[in-house]
């Protein structure tokens, strides 16, 4: 441990980060959801934050406290004993909870907007029923199982096989980096079930299929990561699985469709963990620059140091805006994948870049664990990566964009 630092550490530690600069008053609902969060981030979450980075322990009990607080249901009906709360309200959360850990932030925003998503994007009656309960308590955590070892970017290359049996599908296949891989009760698995027709695009023939954990859905073991140490990353492989033909989420073959408005709605809560891990950092380095004396006085009066805390703060206020953006968006029923893809491209981006600038202007000390801002650059590098690279966010919003001026 450095002997310089423990005055500075003390201080940029100590929980007086701020509000995170909304121009706008919370509702009384977000208020009262809000508040008691924090609190339990702060007290329950942050002090074991540095500790799970270094031993990757799962925090179970953590996430068995969340599913009480209502954060493992946050957009699922009341009626299947979700919280039923707005995008926006999900974005400050996701925000929140990423300002103190990563891993925790991207295991509830993978199990709300994926596993969960899918089912509330395409589930039946029965099938919402079933499942959505136990997802919402966190009895069960849930896994979205995409990516193939072969099948990245380019989802719609997947290979597992689905296989009509008639009363029930056999399913074969392997799946790649599913986040709660091995922790998961309830898993949505992407398979083919139908060869596209000739000259069509291989999206077509896809289907998803939600099931319940089972012996023949075998986790590879957990990867060892850059980053988000304590979020669940493994492999899956499937032999022979049976799978009811009522466990058939949405239109047999037609999924990708589906999968691309998960997927949309997954990037909102992306960006917003970008920009929680950024701001975060933001907040210790502005702190740190004001209490860290060279040459005779605090390194935030040099302009090189900070300009790049003004850059740090007005690029974060910009990625929030578009996260904002696109959650509006989505709750008045709107087209959001421009907004979405913008959102995640620029929550994450700034996101990194300020946990990088963060680090410079600890100089030394930002290299060590301690200051926290080398962990959270860590964590937050897997955003532009995650539900869709930061070229793949390109391709979409060009493609998005160009539409209004093709013919
Ligand atoms: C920690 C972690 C958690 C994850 N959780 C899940 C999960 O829960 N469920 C799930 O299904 N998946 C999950 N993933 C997978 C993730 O979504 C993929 O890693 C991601 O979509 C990229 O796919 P890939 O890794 O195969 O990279 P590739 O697709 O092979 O891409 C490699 C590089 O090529 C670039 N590239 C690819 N195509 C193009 C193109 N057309 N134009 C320009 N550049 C291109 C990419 O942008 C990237 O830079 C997770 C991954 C990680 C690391």
């Known amino acids: 441990m450095p002997c310089y630092s423990e005055q500075v550490k003390a201080t940029i530690q100590a929980d007086n980060r701020r509000e995170n600069g909304l121009w706008f008053e919370l509702t009384t609902d977000q208020k009262a959801l809000l508040g008691p969060l924090k609190d339990f981030l702060k007290t329950e979450v942050a002090p074991g934050a540095i500790e799970r980075d270094k031993t990757g322990v799962f925090p179970h009990e953590i996430v068995r406290q969340l599913g009480a607080m209502g954060v493992l249901g946050m957009q699922v009906p009341e009626q299947y004993g979700g919280a039923a709360l707005d995008t926006v309200t999900m974005a400050l959360i996701t925000e929140e909870i990423a300002a103190v850990d990563g891993s925790l932030c991207l295991t509830v925003a993978s199990h709300n907007s994926l596993c969960t998503g899918h089912i509330l994007v395409a589930g039946n009656a029965e099938q919402k029923a079933k499942f959505l309960p136990d997802l919402a308590s966190g009895t069960k955590l849930g896994a979205w199982g995409l990516t193939e070892p072969g099948s990245g970017s380019d989802a719609a290359a997947l290979k597992s096989k689905a296989v009509d049996k008639g009363d029930h599908f056999v399913l074969s296949g392997s799946k790649a980096f599913i986040t709660q891989g091995t922790v998961a009760g309830t898993y949505v698995l992407l398979a083919r079930s139908d060869q596209a027709a000739a000259g069509r695009s291989s999206a077509d023939g896809i289907s998803a299929f939600v099931v319940s954990a089972d012996p023949k859905i075998i986790p590879g073991k957990p990867e060892s990561k850059l980053g988000l140490h304590s979020s669940d990353t493994a492999a899956l492989n499937f032999e022979n699985l049976a799978v009811p033909s009522e466990n058939l989420l949405g239109k047999r073959g037609r999924a990708f469709s589906d999968v691309m408005t998960v997927l949309s709605g997954g990037r909102i809560g992306i960006g917003a963990m970008g920009i929680g891990l950024g701001r975060s950092a933001l907040e210790i380095a502005a702190k740190y620059a004001l209490e860290r004396e060279q040459f005779g006085e605090p390194i935030a009066n040099k302009q090189a140091i900070s300009f790049k805390i003004a850059e740090m703060a007005t690029e974060l206020e910009a990625a929030r805006l ?23 491209l620029k929550g994450s981006v700034e996101g990194v870049k300020a946990c990088d600038y963060a680090i410079q202007i600890l ?35 060009a493609r998005e964009y160009l539409k209004q001026f093709r013919h």
């Not at 904002?324 to 959102?343: H, N, P």
Request: proline letters at 0%.
């Open 322 to 344: 578009l996260v904002l953006k696109a959650a509006t968006l989505k709750d008045a029923g709107k087209d959001y994948t421009l907004a979405a893809s913008q959102a995640k």
């Open 363 to 397: 100089g030394g000390y930002g290299y060590v664990q301690d200051y926290e801002v080398e962990r959270m650059w860590r964590d937050a590098r897997l955003t532009r990566i995650g539900e869709g690279t930061d070229e793949v966010q390109h391709l979409i919003i």
